[in-house]
């Protein structure tokens, strides 16, 4: 069974840069599948940040593309999140996911990281 | 891009009805690229629907999704205390590749 858990800073301060991680089990980031981030502000819906194929190509959110980067460590099976210049409307739950057999809908989810931005 | 409209906001039912979620698209889609999920309080959400009318591993059948173009809809036909949550329709867009998601529906007991 494919298990994802995402790791990383509970607190950043405004205009830092946000890094997690996502650790995965059960499937290999190497082999196949799309990997994403999405985050969820408290009391509100779901943003998809952006997503990484096995082979590295990325694709972004257009509201977040400047500040984002995800990118894969093969080595330790896991992928991550960076987010520069953060703000308090980037407090939220941050969850990675990864896509399902068929594609376009994400099947597995991590637990989810509250990430919270203050001084 | 695409915007996801879900109607209603809020549903308010009793155990054993029947639900029906709306999830309408600004500009026609491909009805592989739609999917519902469901999330509970503190939880990460569960994808339940994919393609617009499949149902993810483990779903009950007392789920089902349709509909095609711009309309979908996904039905729980007898509703079970655990189904009160809130509902999220999602879609994949090719210009740019991106997942857009809905607003969201609160199923409440009634």
């Known amino acids: 069974q494919v298990q994802l858990q995402e790791s990383g800073p509970g607190l950043v301060k405004p205009s830092d840069t946000l890094s997690l991680t996502c650790a995965v089990s059960?499937?290999?980031?190497?082999?196949?599948?799309?990997w994403s981030w999405v985050r969820q502000s408290p009391g509100k819906g779901l943003e998809w940040i952006g997503e990484?194929?096995?082979?590295?190509?990325?694709n972004y959110n257009p509201s977040l593309k400047s500040r984002v980067t995800i990118s894969l460590d093969k080595s330790k099976n896991q992928f991550s999140l960076r987010l520069t210049s953060m703000t308090a409307a980037d407090t939220a739950t941050y969850y990675c996911?990864?896509?399902?057999?068929?594609?376009?809908?994400?099947?597995?989810w991590g637990q989810g990281t509250l990430v919270t931005v203050s001084s | 891009e695409n915007v996801l409209t879900q109607s209603p906001g809020t549903l308010s039912l009793s155990p054993g009805e029947r639900a029906t979620l709306s999830c309408r698209a600004s500009?026609?889609?491909?009805?592989?690229?739609l999917a519902w999920y469901q999330q509970k309080p503190g939880q990460a959400p569960r994808l339940l629907i994919y393609g617009a009318s499949n149902r993810a591993t483990d779903i009950p059948d007392r789920f089902s999704g349709g509909g095609s173009a711009t309309d979908f809809t996904l039905t729980i036909s007898r509703l079970e205390p655990e189904d009160f949550a809130v509902y999220y329709c999602q879609l994949y867009g090719s210009s740019p590749p991106m997942y857009t998601f809905g607003r969201g529906t609160k199923l409440e007991i009634k």
């Open positions: 059960g499937a290999s980031v190497s082999r196949d599948k799309w």
């Open positions: 990484i194929c096995h082979c590295g190509i990325t």
């Open positions: 500009q026609s889609v491909n009805s592989d690229y």
């Open positions: 996911t990864r896509d399902g057999d068929r594609g376009y809908s994400l099947a597995f």
